[in-house]
């Protein structure tokens, strides 16, 4: 079946230091989304890319969907204490039409 | 107001026991779901259900299931509950109709002994 990979599964940066977490598919998506979830917290919904090479951006965040729609990165510039959490990408096709493939998911640590 | 919400947020009980986990959504959504998030926080999907139907992942032992009382809900219904169901269940919802962005309750941490 489909297998979305994450990379790193963990990061620890300093305050201030720009931090990148990778996602590869196994197969083409015809959308990937981002989820953020905070400690003890659920995940939230952050982005949806459609489009092949699409670059979108909230703020200090800029997400990317490759040209072949098989992988996508999240970038965060100057990271904060208020980014800590694990970043998930998921993109679909789970044996049901809406379920989505999580990633294993990166956990960035921000060392003030 | 809040959009998925869970109960209980908290749930310990002995392995043989039947439990269930209630989830309700008021975003008008189509389709829920049900994950399992296990200690190393990896989020498995267990289940996706519209009115129309419901898709097992093939991985979920047939001790869970879930039951939809109308289009708002989707609960959780656990048998025989084994040391291994102990982790973290969120129940989520999306639009569905081309959507596929999905919104998460506060989740249930169910802890087996």
């Known amino acids: 079946g489909q297998q979305v990979m994450q990379i790193p599964q963990y990061q620890h940066v300093q305050e201030g230091e720009d931090f990148t977490t990778y996602c590869n598919s196994s197969t083409t998506l015809s959308n990937i989304q981002w989820y953020k979830q905070r400690p003890g917290g659920h995940p939230v919904f952050l982005i949806q890319?459609?489009?092949?090479?699409e670059v979108k951006k909230q703020k200090r965040l800029t997400f990317q969907f490759g040209e072949a729609k098989k992988n996508s990165s999240l970038h965060i510039t100057a990271t904060q204490t208020t980014d800590v959490g694990t970043y998930f990408c998921a993109g679909p096709g789970g044996a049901g039409s809406y379920q989505l493939t999580f990633g294993k998911g990166t956990k960035l640590s921000v060392i003030p | 107001d809040t959009a998925v919400s869970q109960t209980p947020k908290y749930l310990v009980t002995q392995m043989g026991n039947d439990k269930s986990i209630k989830c309700e959504q008021n975003?008008?959504?189509?389709?829920m779901y049900w994950y399992k998030q296990d200690s190393k926080k990896f989020l498995k999907i267990m289940f996706s259900?519209?009115?129309?139907?419901?898709?097992i992942n093939e991985t979920v032992p047939n001790r869970f299931s879930p039951k939809s009382p109308d289009k708002a809900h989707l609960n959780l219904h656990i048998n025989s509950l084994e040391l291994g169901d102990s982790a973290v269940y969120f129940c989520?919802?999306?639009?569905?109709?081309?959507?596929?962005?999905?919104?998460f309750g506060p989740g249930t941490r169910l802890t087996v002994t």
């Open positions: 259900y519209n009115n129309k139907e419901l898709i």
């Open positions: 890319l459609v489009k092949s090479g």
């Open positions: 989520a919802s999306s639009p569905g109709r081309s959507s596929y962005e999905q919104y």
């Open positions: 975003l008008g959504h189509d389709t």
